[in-house]
């Protein structure tokens, strides 16, 4: 078993015809995703990298029996294709594009809520449980299995992380990217519960970045909640007062939002907190982690 | 986008929000024109887009037109904050009886508007919230279901607001709402919402305005309004905005490209522990030969630059052709400052192979810290 991907997943690809779809098709399945087709409305009976491209998600869910999808829709389409997807009984659904306006994602949420949806993202790499399968952009080399699990707000810290680790023996049990933008699909806490819950996950680290309090919902959790170790490291402490830091939701804004308000509520929470990525190696071996 | 504060009253104008008598001018003369007919005292409001601006000194009251002259022509001349002053806001001076503070914004953790409402207006809300949470009132409303009289008029009841008060502030309070949910602000703030000591207006104005739109939003927005490039001050900040990158100044001497906005920060932080950063630049997804050849042209832009220090992912990047962008510009503009480069994931080998033959110091090792030591050596820093 793995963390929202599994043996049970059918993966599709939505925009599956567009260059970032069909490159990403590519790359999921030579890490063995099992993905079983895709959807671009008007492009029905087309094939993409070997797999069926339908018209409607409801004929995919139908044909090929998916479980599972995966975004690579411009903006603009995705609230529509959201709701498209939800109401074909999709379970799991990933949001890789960015730039996707909030009060969309504040509906996307909602609704997601209403009806037993867990969705990731916007702006999000997505997941990749190693040996499994992915559902994102993640690059497959940097990651190996094992029983660390990785939550990060940016895509290229999760890889960061996983790579250090990886260089080290160390493997992951999953890899999740919760999404960078003001408002998301699945707040932090609700993915560290997951791991908690996960048979095969020993430890956690949140990587997250200056803006909006998902890392002090998180401490709250923490505190509350879990019983595994977790690290913790907030990138951004050179961020200038109210410039965002290439993601929408990373802006800082007065007191609130900084890396010292972050760091201040996780190390009460009692998570070790890195001061530098690769500091997460002494904190492996500190826990017996490998 | 960040509007500037003519513009948000503008805006709560055609919302029904009572905003005062004022106009816009581009200098002293158009400013004398405007108070002649408003009639004095007025006062004048730098448009600058940063927090603070009154105990900055960009606000004036002026009681005749000599000091007018005289105020308005130091404010053109003056920078508020290290930005110049290129319009001032003339207003009517409000009779002010008391004052409230209106704002909305998105609480990112429970994904709904929260609505703010305080008497203690002003220039320090925040300060308020933090020291007396009590004194500042929150709502969070369910953007499917709306935000109604009803709910503002108990809102505001709590802050002892009573009677013809009570409705003539609701409304307010509501059409904020509208105009926050019909432009996809992300912030819109009346601080202050001024009670006046007569009836003029029906009794409120509105005399300042904050009112952030949802920069994803903007092409369906449609404001007529000048563009966001223009309200970006920073030459290079704005070059970067052109070529469709985030470049933030930070005002160092070490050039930083990176392929994400977690590992830009990341980098920024870990080269900040001996060294100042130039800037910050994320290139986002988009990553082609093209673009990171202009990114290379952005940050050698700075002057005094001492090294480029370049960490790149390839996930949804092809870096192999962003490399051949950055070798492409270092040999056409025979760069001599050290270039490190640390380049991983998907066509990783081809990528160190092109960027080694262009004279980069490539580092293969996983963490940023191991290719900052590099660049730590390379600069002489200790």
């Known amino acids: 078993m793995g963390i929202l991907i599994d043996d049970a997943t059918r993966v599709i690809v939505q925009g599956i015809t567009g260059k970032i779809g069909s490159t990403q098709t590519r790359w999921m399945l030579r890490y063995g995703t099992p993905v079983v087709g895709g959807i671009t409305p008007g492009k029905g009976g087309t094939i993409v990298e070997g797999l069926p491209v339908f018209d409607s998600v409801a004929e995919a869910v139908k044909q090929t029996g998916a479980n599972a999808s995966v975004f690579f829709v411009p903006a603009a389409f995705v609230l529509d294709a959201f709701y498209e997807t939800v109401d074909a009984g999709i379970k799991l659904i990933v949001i890789v594009p960015e730039h996707i306006p909030v009060n969309d994602v504040m509906r996307m949420r909602a609704y997601a809520a209403a009806e037993g949806v867990f969705a990731l993202g916007p702006t999000t790499p997505g997941i990749l449980v190693p040996g499994k399968g992915k559902m994102g952009i993640m690059p497959g080399a940097l990651f190996a299995p094992g029983r660390v699990g990785i939550i990060s707000r940016s895509g290229t810290l999760s890889y960061e992380f996983a790579g250090i680790l990886s260089e080290k023996k160390i493997g992951q049990s999953a890899v999740i990217g919760m999404g960078a933008d003001p408002v998301i699909l699945t707040n932090l806490p609700d993915i560290l519960s997951l791991f908690e819950a996960d048979k095969g996950t020993d430890a956690v680290i949140i990587v997250g970045e200056v803006g909006g309090t998902q890392e002090e919902k998180a401490a709250e959790f923490i505190a509350e909640k879990m019983k595994k170790p977790v690290a913790a490291y907030i990138a951004g402490r050179l961020s200038p007062q109210g410039k965002r830091m290439g993601h929408a939701g990373a802006i800082v804004r007065g007191a609130a939002g900084t890396v010292a308000s972050k760091c201040e509520a996780l190390q009460t929470a009692g998570a070790t907190l890195l001061k530098s990525p690769i500091e997460v190696l002494d904190w492996a071996v500190n826990n017996d982690i490998r | ?382």
């Open chain 2, 1 to 382: 986008m960040r509007l500037h504060e003519h513009e948000g009253l503008d805006i709560f104008e055609s919302a029904g929000i009572p905003v005062p008598r004022r106009g816009v001018a581009g200098n002293t003369d158009d400013a004398l024109i405007i108070a002649g007919e408003i009639g004095y005292p007025v006062v004048l409001k730098a448009q600058v887009l940063v927090g603070g601006r009154g105990l900055a000194g960009g606000i004036q009251t002026v009681t005749t037109p000599e000091e007018l002259e005289d105020a308005a022509g130091k404010l053109f001349s003056a920078e508020i904050k290290g930005l110049p002053v290129r319009k001032l806001l003339v207003c009517e001076k409000a009779d002010i009886h008391s004052e409230l503070y209106m704002g909305i914004t998105i609480d990112g953790f429970t994904g709904r508007p929260v609505i703010v409402v305080s008497k203690e207006g002003g220039v320090h809300i925040e300060e308020t919230a933090r020291i007396a949470p009590d004194k500042v009132i929150s709502f969070y409303c369910d953007p499917a279901f709306g935000f109604y009289p009803y709910q503002a008029r108990m809102l505001l009841r709590r802050l002892g607001i009573v009677e013809r008060l009570l409705a003539i502030c609701a409304d307010v309070l509501v059409r904020l709402y509208r105009a926050f949910v019909q432009y996809e602000a992300l912030i819109a703030e009346i601080n202050p919402l001024v009670i006046l000591k007569t009836g003029y207006q029906g009794g409120l104005l509105a005399i300042d305005s904050v009112i952030e739109i949802d920069n994803s939003a903007l092409n369906r927005v449609k404001l007529p309004l000048p563009e966001m490039i223009e309200r970006i001050e920073n030459p290079l900040e704005r070059k970067g905005r052109e070529i469709g990158v985030t470049y933030v100044d930070l005002g160092g001497d070490i050039g930083i490209i990176s392929s994400g906005a977690g590992l830009g920060m990341a980098t920024m932080d870990i080269i900040g522990e001996r060294l100042r950063p130039a800037n910050f630049l994320e290139t986002g997804g988009g990553i082609t030969e093209e673009l990171l050849y202009k990114c290379m042209e952005l940050v050698m832009m700075k002057i005094d630059l001492r090294a480029i220090f370049i960490n790149v992912y390839g996930g949804i990047n092809p870096i192999h052709e962003g490399a051949r962008g950055v070798v492409r510009y270092i040999k056409e503009h025979n760069v001599t400052i050290p270039i490190v480069a640390k380049a991983l994931g998907n066509h990783q080998e081809e990528t160190w192979e092109i960027l080694r033959a262009g004279g980069v110091h490539v580092v293969t090792e996983a963490p940023t810290e191991i290719a900052v030591a590099r660049l730590f050596e390379l600069v002489g820093a200790r």
